[in-house]
């Protein structure tokens, strides 16, 4: 158990409404991450932070922007929420011992805009 | 260009045989490691199996294995003696840069396995 939490769990909005959804982990890991998962895409990196105030962008970030204020927490905001960003939010960490270090994930967020 | 292509959409098994999952993966970094993730219904992310670009053998865990071939670019995960349980989505991902970059994963878009009794 890697000790994160995300929240919410589910969540529904609408159209247009701010959203930001947390992810706060207990064992102050430096790297962490924004993914969501789309069927037949797998999960895609939207933004990650390698420190406090440290964050860039990933591959899919188009309406997402984070903040990283303490190390324990990680913020996704959806500024104006959009259809397309209905999906399924993973935070991730990876502890920075060297070599073959997985990924681990919190349970997900399951976001849908109506 | 898709860095990894997983080809199988779905498959199915009987319980108790071994079963292959394909993974090719695209990078020019000589430093790269591959892991293998499972999805169960309930939906969290399940860490299988890790081989590392440098590494001479191919990993186990359990009944797990990875099948990595590096001049082919594949690391396929093999499952033996499938289980009930093992039902479930695969994922194949891909970390490049080593210990330095940004230490993100990149994944296929994953295959679900159906293990029959």
């Known amino acids: 158990d890697a000790g994160i939490t995300q929240s919410p769990r589910h969540k529904v909005t609408e159209t247009g409404t701010p959203v930001t959804l947390r992810c706060h982990q207990t064992?102050?890991?430096?790297?962490m991450y924004w993914y969501r998962q789309d069927p037949g895409h797998g999960l895609r990196l939207i933004h990650y932070?390698?420190?406090?105030?440290?964050?860039d962008k990933g591959e899919v970030s188009d309406g997402y922007s984070v903040s990283r204020s303490k190390t324990e927490d990680f913020l996704l905001t959806l500024e104006s929420a959009t259809s397309s960003q209905t999906s399924v939010y993973f935070c991730?960490?990876?502890?920075?011992?060297?070599?073959?270090?997985?990924?681990?994930f919190g349970q997900g967020t399951r976001l849908t805009v109506v | 260009a898709q860095k990894i292509t997983q080809t199988q959409p779905g498959m199915f098994v009987q319980e108790k045989e071994a079963v292959t999952l394909d993974c090719t993966y695209d990078?020019?970094?000589?430093?790269?490691?591959l892991f293998w993730y499972k999805q169960p219904s309930s939906g969290e992310m399940i860490f299988l199996i890790y081989?590392?670009?440098?590494?001479?053998q191919n990993a186990t865990e359990g009944r797990y294995s990875l099948n990595f071939q590096k001049a082919r670019k594949s690391a396929n995960l093999v499952i033996s003696a499938s289980q009930l349980g093992d039902s479930a989505m695969y994922f194949c991902?891909?970390?490049?840069?080593?210990?330095?970059?940004?230490?993100?994963?990149?994944f296929g878009s994953g295959t679900r396995l159906q293990v029959q009794p």
């Open positions: 991730a960490i990876t502890p920075e011992a060297p070599g073959g270090t997985e990924a681990f």
């Open positions: 064992e102050n890991h430096r790297y």
């Open positions: 932070s390698y420190g406090v105030k440290d964050t």
């Open positions: 990078t020019s970094d000589p430093s790269y490691g």
């Open positions: 081989q590392g670009s440098y590494d001479q």
């Open positions: 991902a891909m970390r490049e840069g080593g210990d330095t970059g940004r230490r993100a994963l990149t």
